[in-house]
């Protein structure tokens, strides 16, 4: 009969709670099996939002991994859809931010926790939690506060708009550098769920180029007039391109209006996974700084990317795109709406701009026989 004091609580497969896996199927005990699979760390990563954030987090799981093959990786988020559990690398338990799994969390002792969230929730979290080794931003006297030297730089972008608009490191160099790392060029990790695909009516014979139309409900400062959209599409669709719009619940009545008034497709709101599996039938997509746009870089599209209030270093596109401003000047750094009593900027990212950046990124297409 097996005793307590053989049960090998730093397996990967124990549960604690019910049978593991092996039991379950071969009927082995912890006093003889094979399956042992010895945890050397424990690593818990906090990145609970955006969505978009969370994608452009994953890239981090490779030299994590790399560093600590025999650790046991945990992620919390607001939207474990989007955390990578069936690529390499990947994330070994996924917990949605809530009452339970933040009780759950502050009861276990970690080797290493990373928290990348400035949120109030997160550094709160993040000075909770027992860990040997804590990375990125934690609480102090109230306010958010860097747990260790190498979140300074990131820490001191956030808090000043002179430092950020000076900044030259992309947002992957910069985690990078807060976890120890340097970056090289990792991707994005994304996982791809046919399930959720449907049988859309694209044309594939032509090109296919999504227009993301939103930018969020609190981002007013980055929309464009629907004036501008239906320049776009008529240039687009008048050169024998395939328009479909992309969008969630803030962008259908914009979509509906622009797919009454010109040759564009619109299918509506979908779930998280069939939208990413419609972004993956473009080609090309033209996108703000929005989810869409880290979608269309861990699906590899070709990206064109409407910026006007962020520094364009922040970006890393992985080659695969480019950046298009207006023509005068925006003076709404990081601004969710506009201040400027002259001018709105995005007034001047023109149609014909955004056009002629499609096409380039066709041609790049061509050129590798895509």
Not at 179 to 189: A, R, V
């Amino acid at each position: 009969m097996i005793k307590l004091s053989d049960v090998k609580l730093d397996c990967r497969h124990f549960r604690g709670h019910i049978p593991c896996k092996p039991n379950k199927l071969y009927g082995v005990m912890c006093d003889d099996c094979k399956y042992y699979d010895k945890i050397k760390n424990k690593i818990l990563i906090i990145k609970l939002g955006a969505a978009g954030d969370v994608i452009r987090t994953t890239p981090l799981l490779y030299p994590i991994r790399k560093e600590y093959p025999d650790s046991k990786i945990y992620w919390l988020t607001y939207s474990p859809d989007l955390v990578p559990v069936n690529t390499d690398p990947k994330v070994d338990e996924v917990l949605k931010y809530n009452l339970q799994n933040v009780s759950y969390l502050i009861a276990t002792e970690f080797d290493i926790v990373v928290n990348l969230d400035k949120d109030y929730e997160a550094i709160s979290l993040m000075n909770d939690i027992s860990s040997k080794k804590k990375i990125g931003y934690t609480i102090k006297d109230g306010y958010c506060y860097p747990a260790g030297k190498s979140a300074e730089h990131k820490y001191l972008t956030g808090i000043f708009d002179n430092i950020s608009k000076e900044n030259k490191q992309n947002y992957m160099e910069e985690i990078f550098d807060i976890c120890g790392y340097k970056f090289n060029g990792e991707k994005y990790l994304l996982e791809r769920n046919k399930e959720f695909d449907k049988d859309w009516s694209i044309n594939f014979n032509k090109k296919v180029i999504g227009l993301n139309t939103g930018a969020g409900e609190r981002w007013t400062s980055r929309l464009w007039k629907d004036e501008h959209w239906i320049q776009l599409i008529s240039k687009l669709t008048g050169d024998g391109f395939e328009v479909i719009l992309l969008g969630g619940p803030s962008e259908h009545e914009k979509n509906t209006l622009l797919n009454e008034v010109t040759n564009a497709k619109y299918y509506g709101v979908f779930d998280l996974k069939t939208f990413i599996n419609l972004a993956d039938k473009c080609d090309v997509i033209v996108t703000q700084v929005t989810m869409s746009m880290h979608i269309a870089i861990a699906l590899g599209k070709k990206l064109v990317l409407m910026n006007n209030i962020f520094n364009p270093n922040e970006f890393e596109l992985y080659g695969n795109g480019e950046i298009i401003k207006p023509r005068k000047e925006c003076k709404c750094f990081f601004q969710p709406k506009c201040i400027n009593k002259e001018y709105e900027c995005m007034d001047f990212m023109m149609p014909e701009d955004i056009y002629e950046a499609c096409l380039r990124q066709v041609s790049l297409l061509a050129e590798k026989g895509k």
